[in-house]
């Protein structure tokens, strides 16, 4: 058998805190750790002391010290990684830790490549592939849904139904193949009704899962809010109003932004992406003319758009300004028309049933003061409610990854393909292709089929110590 050789890496952010965590997994990883940690008396080492124990002691470089440090030691199979492991909490100095590889390295470890301790822990059962996948999430969540997700995610979310389930079409295609063996005596060992009920329960799982996606994917990256209006609305001091910094500038004069600019924000627990964008107008400026081209882009890319009115204009020029949105497809985009500068226009409930009558897009109304702050709070409102109403009913399993969403696809076209291939009763042989192709792509999303490429592109996106 193959005995994957001892990996370590500090699995600390490099250079920050106090104190940092060196990692040595393998298993030689307690003897390895005995020539580089030295204990007040000779007889106790690390390998001699039992699993899930902590030891203070010194880690030197033959007869130098060069630290003390706290010693954590974890036996096979009841780690991370499921290998014999040390973890060597030293003090935070990067020469420290530089200087405690290179001794680890130096007594047989090699260095871990990026998210290696977490292939090996699924390589050694610990966990499936997408548990692994969120425990890479969970790194990076930057809000409380998006961290919410990853640790279902993590916890074996949707994976273990999913196992559960292919584990029942499986013995269905063993039976199927029997049938084909046994073709010519046209016999039938797979149930039919069975087996359409198993598929019926698939069909349904993978459709809620592939419609959660809509919903995991922007609270993964932050949903993406557009601001848009014609030159001079006001949008860049509403980025700023929102964000509580001076981002973009602002100025009465026409044309300020002239590129997108972009910054995110958490409300209420969920991540969006502000995007004010070059104000819409005719100009003969050939970068102003890019940065509208951009805005236009970004509105089309946008789940939520605030269309921005300066509450001073004129009613005919709102209308032919607006024009230009009626050609860009809707389907799903939240908009808001949200009337600006209401500081300095005495009626701008007017306006809105004005332009509510006039208006041939569909969405919602908000007058507000970018300026002042006034109604912000209402807009944040208006924003929250849209994500949560996004967030499936029916359960809280939500998919946040690409990868899954893609297999999950194609799980679902090729079991729909099975059950229509059921309806017209077609041949057991062409039947068991499907199945087949199925059973592939649900495997690929726990790890049960798997490609070096698949675990290459996984893994290499975690940072080096995970
Ligand atoms: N009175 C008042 N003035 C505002 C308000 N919001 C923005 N302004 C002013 O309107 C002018 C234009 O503001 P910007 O935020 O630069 O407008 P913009 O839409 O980003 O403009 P461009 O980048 O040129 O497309 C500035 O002088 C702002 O101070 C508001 O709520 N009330
Ligand atoms: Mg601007």
Do not use: W
């Not at 939520?304 to 020029?317: F, G, H, M, T």
């Not at 860009?328 to 009558?357: C, G, H, R, T, W």
Request: one cysteine or more; glycine letters at 6%; aromatic letters at 6%.
């Amino acid at each position: 058998m193959h005995i994957p050789e001892p990996i370590c890496a500090i699995s600390t952010a490099p250079g920050a805190g106090a104190v940092a965590m060196i990692r040595l997994s393998g298993e030689e990883a307690l003897q390895i750790a005995d020539r580089v940690i030295s204990f007040p008396t000779r007889i106790k080492t690390v390998s001699n002391q039992p699993a899930n124990t902590i030891h203070f002691a010194k880690v030197i470089d033959g007869d130098t010290l060069i630290d003390e440090a706290m010693v954590a030691v974890f036996h096979a199979p009841h780690s991370y990684t499921g290998e014999n492991t040390v973890e060597i909490t030293c003090h935070g100095s990067v020469y420290i830790q530089q200087k405690i590889l290179e001794c680890l390295i130096k007594n047989g470890a090699r260095l871990a490549k990026p998210g290696e301790f977490t292939q090996r822990a699924f390589l050694n059962g610990k966990l499936d592939l997408s548990q692994a996948e969120g425990v890479a999430d969970l790194i990076a969540s930057g809000s409380e849904a998006a961290h919410r997700l990853a640790i279902t995610q993590m916890k074996g979310g949707f994976s273990k139904e999913i196992s559960n389930l292919r584990e029942k079409l499986l013995h269905f295609i063993s039976l199927i193949e029997l049938e084909i063996d046994f073709s010519e005596e046209d016999v039938e060992f797979a149930d039919r009704e069975k087996l359409y009920q198993l598929l019926d329960k698939i069909e349904r799982l993978l459709r809620k899962l592939i419609r959660s996606f809509d919903y995991g994917n922007v609270i993964k990256s932050g949903i993406p809010v557009a601001i848009v209006g014609r030159t001079n609305a006001g949008k860049s001091t509403l980025l700023n109003q929102l964000l509580g910094e001076e981002k973009a500038i602002v100025s009465e004069i026409e044309g300020t932004t002239r590129d997108f600019i972009e910054d995110t924000m958490v409300l209420q627990g969920i991540t969006f992406r502000f995007i004010d964008t070059a104000g819409l107008r005719k100009t003969s400026d050939s970068i102003e003319t890019l940065g509208i081209e951009r805005s236009v882009k970004k509105y089309s890319e946008a789940a939520i758009v605030i269309i921005l009115i300066d509450a001073k204009d004129r009613l005919d020029e709102i209308i032919k300004s607006l024009e230009i949105f009626k050609d860009i497809p809707k389907e799903n985009k939240y908009i808001i028309f949200a009337i600006n500068k209401i500081d300095s226009v005495i009626n701008s409930e007017m306006l809105i049933s004005d332009l509510k009558q006039k208006i041939g897009l569909k969405g919602d109304y908000i007058s507000l003061s970018a300026k002042f702050g006034t109604h912000i709070e209402l807009l944040e409102e208006k924003l929250v409610g849209f994500a949560l109403s996004k967030k499936p009913h029916d359960s809280d399993i939500v998919v946040t990854n690409v990868r899954h969403f893609e297999a999950l696809d194609k799980a679902h076209q090729a079991i729909v393909r099975v059950i229509n291939s059921l309806d017209d009763g077609i041949t057991t042989d062409l039947l068991a292709v499907d199945i087949r192709e199925s059973l592939h792509y649900l495997g690929e999303i726990v790890g049960e089929v798997t490609t070096n490429e698949i675990l290459g592109n996984i893994f290499s996106k975690f940072c080096i110590g995970k």
